[in-house]
Every structure is written in C-alpha cells, then in structure tokens.
T-cell receptor
Framework: GQQVMQIPQYQHVQEGEDFTTYCNSSTTLSNIQWYKQRPGGHPVFLIQLVKSGEVKKQKRLTFQFGEAKKNSSLHITATQTTDVGTYFCAGLRAGGTSYGKLTFGQGTILTVHP | DGGITQSPKYLFRKEGQNVTLSCEQNLNHDAMYWYRQDPGQGLRLIYY???????QKGDIAEGYSVSREKKESFPLTVTSAQKNPTAFYLC????????????FGSGTRLTVV
C-alpha cells in the first residue's frame, strides 16, 4: 500500500534557527496537505499543494511540492516558541481507488528552546 | 460556530468491554473519518464514510465498528476484539473527500484498565 515517510522524527532547535521537515511518498500523489498539532491538541490544517513544483508561503512557513509529486517539504524561517508541535504531511494517492483516503506521515516533533 | 465535537475527552474501559466514542459535526461535511494516534506512528485510518449509510474500512479496522445513520454523526465502537485499544482517537470531517483539508475534533483518549 501507499506509504508516506517523514523525516526527521524529532528536531530540536534554538529559537531563531530555521527548521525543515521532509515528506516522501512511495507513490505519485494528487495532492499533499500539511497539518500542525500542538502538544495535547489535535491536528489543524495548514495548507494543500496540488501542482507539480508548487511553492506556497504563509508568513515564515514555506511549503514545496516536488516536480514528480512524490515529495514535499515544510520550511520554517527563524523559529519561535509558538512553532512548537508536531508537523504532519498527508498525501492523496493519484489515480487510485482509495479516493479520499489521506495517508499521513509519522510526523516531525519540533521543540524550540528559547 | 461550526466544528466537530468528540466526547468524552477521557475514557477508561475495563478489558473485555465494548465502548463507543461519539463524533458529531455541524459543518455540513459529507465525509467523516476516524484515526488512531499512537506515539511515533502518526495517524492511522480506522474507518471512513463518504455518505450516509455507507462506510469503508481503513488500514486498521479490525476490532472496531462504525455507523453513519446521520450526516452529522459518525460514532466509533471499540470492541473487546481490539487487542491494544489504549490510544488517542481523532475524528475528522471534510467537504469533498481528499481535496479539502480535514477538520479534526479535539480527540478522545481511551485507556484500558
């Protein structure tokens, strides 16, 4: 079945440093979504990427979708303590019968030291 | 305000007992989902439903059952057949399956004692 791998599993940074998490799918994706889960909370939808090579920005967050639509990344510039949490990518398989079934990566747990 | 309500927030169950987790949404979303979250394993899909009276098994459906009698409601029953039920359970919904972001409930933390 489809697998979505996310690395690293953990990332510890000093406040002000940059952070990047990477997502790789075993199959070509129709789209990829990113979610953030604060400690003790639930995942919150951040963004969706659909087009090959697409880049989207939300303030200090930059999201990229690979040309082959099999990988994606989330980059945070100058991290703040409010960025703490787990970041998940989730992909929808292209052309499959599993219409609507997002497959989530394992998540990257980000801690920010002030 | 629209959203998804999961109840209860914490649930304790004795081994051998079935337990039902509630999930209600007032977002008028067609699709609803149940995920299980364990440390280090991300979110794993248990069941999902695209329309009323229809639902599909996810990747880890064994030991679980669901119903979708109303558009707003998608309860999950954790049966005694589930070998390791202690986990954090998340319900989600979306407008059109897969092409819009999911809205998640606040989750139910189930502990088997």
């Amino acid at each position: 079945g489809q697998q979505v791998m996310q690395i690293p599993q953990y990332q510890h940074v000093q406040e002000g440093e940059d952070f990047t998490t990477y997502c790789n799918s075993s199959t070509t994706l129709s789209n990829i979504q990113w979610y953030k889960q604060r400690p003790g909370g639930h995942p919150v939808f951040l963004i969706q990427l659909v087009k090959s090579g697409e880049v989207k920005k939300q303030k200090r967050l930059t999201f990229q979708f690979g040309e082959a639509k099999k990988n994606s990344s989330l980059h945070i510039t100058a991290t703040q303590t409010t960025d703490v949490g787990t970041y998940f990518c989730a992909g929808l398989r292209a052309g499959g019968t599993s219409y609507g079934k997002l497959t989530f990566g394992q998540g990257t747990i980000l801690t920010v030291h002030p | 305000d629209g959203g998804i309500t999961q109840s209860p927030k914490y649930l304790f169950r004795k081994e051998g007992q079935n337990v039902t987790l509630s999930c209600e949404q007032n977002l008028n979303h067609d699709a609803m989902y149940w995920y299980r979250q364990d440390p280090g394993q991300g979110l794993r899909l248990i069941y999902y439903s695209q329309i009323v009276n229809d639902f599909q098994k996810g990747d880890i459906a064994e030991g679980y059952s669901v119903s979708r009698e109303k558009k707003e409601s998608f309860p999950l029953t954790v049966t005694s057949a589930q070998k390791n039920p202690t986990a954090f359970y998340l319900c989600a919904s979306s407008i059109l399956t897969g092409y819009y972001g999911y809205t998640f409930g606040s989750g139910t933390r189930l502990t088997v004692v």
